[in-house]
């Protein structure tokens, strides 16, 4: 059982900032690569962040420059912090793990989760 609960979205203003929060729980060997995605209704899912464990963060063009990606790894979290926010960054934000289970034997199953997402909304 692996969970995501994310936290930290709600209703900013135009050129304001916020930090989100995805903490993962339950049974697990590790994560992979943690990321955020954002999905606004009638469009795709696109990246936001991405950081691989040890590993160098990769950003969307749309936020480069205004988008931070860190994690703890003691607490299993992973953060997104954002500046300079604009209307276009209104979206439903999505928390996601590559996380590494136990499966048959000593094989190790990597699994992509996803949390619940949060809703960002950046008035003009």
């Known amino acids: 059982q692996v969970t995501l609960v994310e936290s930290g979205g709600g209703l900013v203003q135009s050129g304001g900032s916020l930090k989100l929060s995805c903490v993962v729980s339950?049974?697990?060997?590790?994560?992979?690569?943690m990321a955020w995605y954002r999905q606004v209704p009638g469009k795709q899912r696109e990246l936001v962040a991405a950081?691989?464990?040890?590993?160098?963060?990769k950003y969307g063009d749309s936020v480069m420059g205004r988008a931070t990606i860190s994690r703890d790894n003691a607490k299993n979290t992973v953060y997104l912090q954002m500046s300079s926010l604009n209307p276009d960054d209104t979206a439903v934000y999505y928390c996601?793990?590559?996380?590494?289970?136990?499966?048959?034997?000593?094989?190790?199953?990597?699994?992509?989760?996803w949390g619940q997402g949060t809703q960002v909304t950046v008035s003009a």
């Open positions: 996601n793990a590559d996380v590494a289970q136990a499966g048959p034997g000593e094989a190790v199953l990597f699994t992509g989760y």
């Open positions: 339950g049974t697990f060997l590790g994560i992979s690569t």
């Open positions: 950081l691989p464990d040890g590993g160098n963060a």
